[in-house]
């Protein structure tokens, strides 16, 4: 009968892919029959020589109890039409095993476990077709499609660890650069519902619920990528609202808050994917702020380092102190190039500097433009004097003639 030529096949799908312990014992020997005289005679039939095949390696974390025995199936006898509790068993069968079928395929299975999940779809496919018109067939399809199901569960016992060992890695992963990035600092409360989630994660997988276990994991991987982008904005903040540039660029500043506090509504409530699209939208918004900050302090603080080096010119000071003048002026050209380059936050500071620099050389410049004026004035009243001297000395030199 066709489910007997079946037998072999499924012998082989088991000891191949599900053999993890040692081999079943030999069969218990028995004593040959007592021959007569005239079976004596006969020679012996010659034996056919046994060919012995090593046994492959077991396959980690597979159910040893399923290579035991496979199916005996007895011949097919045509016991009429299949009665529903039958046929009800055939379709739980067929459920059961694509089930385990997407179970595997879900979890990655085909890729991480390639050439079981081959040979176990080869079986599948084999077995698509079975004849199920009478309860005879019916019932050697149930049992087939049970062994069938029964490979899929082990590979799912081999695929799942590999799967959710990946995953494991790659939310370690993202948490270290969410951490890294400032995380602590900004939201530990945040972190801390992130790391809940993770721990939900480890109880569903433990009891089991491997899906909802995966949507868990899946759900603190967007939350850790969330609280990457919280921190990121933090810092950027930070500097916007500690160097005053909210002024430079009010409105996307408040637009960049009202994204931020719809992120955090969102990751409050587990959310994910809105907190992660609010998020970095507030981040693009802060980056404006603090870019538009830079280059309207940095243009700013050229205006006031260009008026101070005006200022210094007409004190003269590139004459009355040569040498700092030039390496104030040096300064003042570097942030002038770093402007023309974008460089807006060395630019200011190479401004500030420059402008630092024209003020003390102004004051010096001054200094020694009084003390220049005061010679000068000095020397005058010197000469003013001599002169009435002279004329004095004349007029007494005229009357004593």
């Not at 996307?252 to 719809?262: G, I, P, S």
Request: glycine letters at 4%.
């Amino acid at each position: 009968m066709q489910c007997k030529k079946l037998i072999p096949v499924l012998w082989g799908m088991a000891f191949f892919l599900f053999l993890s312990c040692a081999s079943s014992p030999p069969p218990d020997e028995t004593p040959p029959p007592s021959v007569s005289s005239a079976d004596e005679a006969q020679p012996a039939p010659a034996e056919e020589p046994v060919e012995v095949v090593s046994e492959p390696e077991p396959v980690p974390l597979l159910s040893s109890t399923l290579v035991e025995t496979p199916p005996v199936l007895e011949p097919v006898v045509d016991l009429g039409e299949p009665d529903e509790a039958s046929l009800d068993a055939l379709n739980a069968a067929i459920v059961r095993m694509q089930t385990s079928r997407k179970l595997v395929i879900d979890f990655e299975g085909p890729e991480s476990i390639p050439q079981a999940w081959e040979y176990a779809e080869s079986q599948y496919a084999a077995f698509a077709e079975l004849p199920q018109t009478t309860l005879g067939e019916v019932k050697d399809a149930v049992l087939l499609y049970n062994t069938v199901a029964d490979a899929y569960d082990a590979l799912a016992r081999t695929c799942l660890p590999l799967y959710y060992k990946d995953r494991e890695n790659e939310i370690i992963s993202a948490r270290t650069v969410a951490i890294n990035t400032g995380i602590k600092e900004a939201s530990p409360a945040h972190l801390l519902g992130a790391d809940r989630i993770v721990a939900e994660a480890v109880a569903q997988y433990e009891t089991a619920d491997y899906y909802p276990a995966a949507i868990s994991v899946f759900l603190a991987l967007d939350m850790y990528k969330v609280l990457k982008t919280e921190a990121d904005v933090y810092k950027i903040r930070q500097e916007i609202v500690k160097r005053g540039f909210v002024v430079y660029d009010p409105n996307n500043f408040e637009k960049a808050e009202a994204d931020m506090a719809a992120a955090v509504k969102n990751y409050e409530s587990r959310r994910a994917g809105q907190a992660l699209d609010n998020a970095q939208e507030a981040l693009g918004g802060y980056t404006t702020v603090l870019w538009t900050g830079w280059v309207s302090f940095a243009a700013d603080k050229g205006v006031g380092a260009s008026t101070e080096r005006q200022t210094a010119l007409e004190l003269r000071a590139d004459v009355a102190v040569r040498n700092e003048y030039d390496a104030a002026n040096a300064v003042y050209k570097r942030a002038d190039l770093a402007l023309q380059s974008e460089k807006y936050d060395e630019a200011a500071r190479l401004y500030v500097q420059s402008e630092t620099m024209f003020l003390e050389i102004s004051k010096a410049a001054e200094v020694k433009l009084l003390v220049a004026k005061q010679a000068v004035k000095t020397a005058e009243q010197k000469m003013l004097e001599s002169g009435e001297n002279a004329k004095k000395a004349e007029l007494v030199f005229e009357g004593g003639v």
